[in-house]
Structure formats: C-alpha cells, structure tokens
C-alpha cells in the first residue's frame, strides 16, 4: 500500500505541473462509474475512461497481428505520409492550442516524418546447424501506455505510433492537458481511416480530457504491459516507480564546447541553427555554450555575424527576473516564456531587436540560472572558460548527469574524444547543429522521444518490442 499511495502522489505531482489550473475533481475524465468494454466512442480512439480504451487497443492490436507484417508496413507508411500531407493544417492547429514554440517549426517537425523508420528495422536472426534451428524475433508487446509532451503533441504522438505499430503494438494516450485536443483530433483522423482502408479498429486510442486518474490508471491497468513516457523529471520518475518495464524520455540541459581549434563561423550558424528550433523547446537543443578564453571575443563576433542578438548584462539581469525568478530557495522558469519568440524576450529584457532575428545572446558567468535550468527559451547565455578543460568540466556539471545530448565545435580530436567519452550522452553532435543527431542536418533516422533515463535512446521501432526465440531441435537442419 505505500508504494501504490507514493506512486499516486508522484503521479498527482506531475499532472498538476503539466496543469496548473485548479481541478475540483467534477471532470468527466474523473468518473469512476463502470463502462462496458464494449463501449464505442462517437469519435474513434477518443475515450473518456482508460478501461474502453485499453479494451478497444487490445482488440485492434490482436487484428494489427492477424493482418499480418504487410499490412502493418502500408499502415505505417500512411501514417507518415498523412503527417506530412497535413503539416500545414496540423501545425496550424496546434500551434493555436499550446501557443508556445514557431509554428513553421511546428509544421516542419510534421514535413519531418520520411525519416522515421518503420517495419524494415524488425530484422529476424537465424541459425541452423546438425542441432536443428533456432530464429529470434522481435515481438509485440500488446498495448502501450504513453504520456506525451505539449511541447511536440501531435508529432510525439505520431512518431510514437509509427514505430510501435511497426512493431505490432496499439496504444493508449494520456497527452498534456495543453495539447490534448489536437492530439485527439489526430487520433480521430489515423483510426478512422485505418477502420476504412484495412479494417482494423482503434490502434490508436487517446484520453479526452487527460486527467491525474486517467494517468495513474493507465500505469495500473493490468492490460498495459509496457509504458512509455516522454516529458521532464517528473513524468520519468512516475514512470519509473511502475512494477513493470518502461522506457522513459526524460530533460535534458545539453551544453556546448567551443575550443580554440574550432570553426566559429560554423559553430555560429550551428549553434543558431539548433537553438531556436521551435523557440528552443526541443529537448536536443544548445541550451548553454562554454567557450575558451583565448577565443571567446572571436566566438562572439561569429554569432553576431550569423545574426544572433546580443543583450548586454544589465538586459540578461532584467530578462533573468522575469523568465527564471527567484522563488523561495530556488530558480523556477517561468512557464508564461517557455517557448516564446526572441521579440517577447528582448522585450522584457528592455532591448529593441531587428526584423528577422532568431535567437538572443549574451557573455553570463555560471551561476546564470540560464546556464544551469532546461529554460526552453531562445536565449543562450556564453561562459568564458580557462581552457578546454576547465569547458569540459563545466560542461560535464550543467548536463547534470542526465546523459542526453552533448556538442562540440572544435577540430583537435584529442578534443573531441575526451569530451565524448567523458560526457557520455546518448546524443554526441560534433561541429554541427544539434538536430543533426536526428537526421536535420546530419545522417540517420529522427524520432521525437529520446530514451536516456532508461537507456534506449533515439527510440525506434526495435524499442517497442521483445525479444523472442523459437528454437526446433533437429528436425529442421537444413545444412
């Protein structure tokens, strides 16, 4: 019993972060009356209570399973295409709910969907031998339970379920409160036309209105075999205080290294590049930069070229107590300017800034809450340092353990290797901007949920499945 109230309470906590408003419990997503698990909403997929949902998943997931791996290719493939067909309208749309981040971002992460992989990671292993022969295969683990993030809605949720239904999975949704309508209106939309188009039945199930009971019962139900949770420390650590697997995408504060080798036109342009994606809401993006001594001036000069904004000290105090006030014995972010525009920050900071600027600037020394807090703005505060190490050790303090992405402008490999090693991310993006981990300028496949508390990382259909082995002794040599 202690351990199911203190789940409760971390998970009451989280919810209450990701919704602030008062809840005085009347919500129809608190009603604990029983529902037939039959039950069919009028919209598909989008549920009032977790048992219809977890029931509806469970049935679509045994038909995904008997339709077999084709089927679940073109569904997948669709489900891409749709994203990327409906970027515009669906950016749109969110945008208008959450009202934080850009919205040609929010269209782009959308545009983004060709790099995700799908059916095509689920490789099967065999062996034979005079033995017999023995196969591995990835397998379904039944239905998801996942928690999504306002900061990417309706692109997490996608990303999510292309790779889990790849793996042969459904899923039930409890999304932020701030991005729940949209994330309904997607899910609406997939079941819909996959009911249409293969005649299976909600893959993709979603609560509406997502509540504190909705999320804690989610985690409970017996039929929910695997959670996945993407959001900030406490939504990780609800996840993973479970008494079953979870894959967690957690915070991340990933700084940047600038040493005397590197190109700083290019780590200008770089650093521009990945921080004000989106307003500086991704979970990848340079939150703060360390830059040796020697060269800090010409780094500086580099980010003015690139067209940066510089704020001078008196403007970073006065943008500091706005966005990240003091408050009892410690900083806290203000929510208000998370995802804000450049022009609404260099307001508060008493600065004027020309048409066109992206991202704002500034020389801070370490104790800057800007430096240490995931602040999620396009602010980026410099730190001079002695030299690469003493860069790599501040660096190593203000990730904070979280082992999530790291970057690196710098042309010594000694460099580079040291701060890799020592860092040990799951993301290492070196003289590049940091969505180059996720194939937006660099190689590889993208996804919207980076696993590093648990251990998974760029998440990918193989992360959705189990390991299974099917061994028949001796009646099947075939050598």
């Known amino acids: 019993m202690q351990t199911e109230q203190m789940i409760a309470d971390v998970v009451e906590q989280v919810i209450r972060q990701l919704n602030p408003a008062p809840h005085d419990g ?52 669709w489900i891409k295409q749709t994203a990327i067909d409906k970027a515009q309208e669906w950016g749109r749309i969110e945008f208008d709910e959450t009202r934080i981040g850009r919205l040609d971002h929010k269209v782009l992460k959308l545009e983004l969907f060709h790099l995700l992989p799908g059916v095509e990671f689920l490789e099967t292993v065999a062996q034979s031998g005079d033995d017999g022969l023995t196969v591995d295969e990835f397998a379904p683990w039944g239905v998801i339970g996942a928690i999504t993030p306002v900061t990417h809605s309706i692109p997490t949720l996608t990303a999510n379920v292309v790779s889990m239904i790849a793996a042969g999975n459904a899923v039930v949704f409890n999304p ?45 139900h017996p039929d929910v075999h695997l959670l996945v949770a993407t959001g900030g420390p406490g939504v990780a650590r609800a996840a993973m205080k479970q008494p079953k697997r979870a894959i967690v995408a957690g915070p991340g504060n990933p700084p940047v290294v600038v040493d005397e080798t590197a190109d700083f036109d290019n780590a200008a342009t770089s650093i521009i590049q990945g921080a004000v994606f989106d307003n500086n809401l991704l979970c990848i993006g340079e939150k703060e930069v360390f830059v040796v001594d020697s060269v800090f001036d010409q780094m500086m000069a580099a980010m003015r070229r690139a067209g940066a904004f510089a704020l001078d000290a008196g403007q970073i105090d006065r943008l500091v107590k706005v966005t990240i006030p003091w408050q009892d014995d410690h900083y806290a972010v203000n929510k208000d300017y998370i995802g804000a525009d450049p022009q609404v920050l260099a307001q508060v900071a008493g600065a004027t800034v020309p048409a066109g600027v992206e991202l704002l600037y500034g020389e801070t020394d370490e104790s800057n809450p800007f430096v240490a807090e995931e602040q999620m703005m396009p602010f980026v505060p410099f730190v001079r340092c002695r030299d690469f190490d003493h860069g790599l050790e501040l660096a190593i303090k203000y990730e904070h353990g979280f082992g999530h992405t790291a970057c690196i402008h710098s042309n010594n490999l000694d460099h580079i290797t040291r701060m890799g090693q020592a860092m040990n991310t799951t993301l290492y993006i070196v003289n590049g901007p940091s969505t180059g981990a996720l194939g937006a300028g660099g190689e590889g496949y993208a996804s919207y949920s980076i696993a590093t508390p648990t251990g998974e990382g760029v998440t990918n259909p193989l992360t959705f499945t189990r390991f299974r082995r099917m061994a028949v002794s001796g009646s099947l040599r075939i050598i």
């Open 176 to 220: 932020h409160p701030s991005g729940a309508k949209c994330a309904a209106m997607a899910v609406e939309h997939y079941n819909r036309e996959i009911k249409q188009r293969w005649n299976i039945d909600s893959l993709i199930n979603t609560i509406e209105p997502p509540t504190l009971r909705s999320a804690e019962e989610i985690f409970k």
């Open 26 to 77: 009347s919500s129809a997503g608190m009603r604990t009356g029983a529902v037939p698990a039959d039950a069919l909403p009028t919209r598909p997929g989008v549920f009032a209570e977790v048992d219809p949902a977890v029931a509806a998943a469970k049935r679509a997931q045994q038909q995904l399973i008997a339709a077999g791996i084709k089927i679940r290719a073109q569904i997948v493939n």
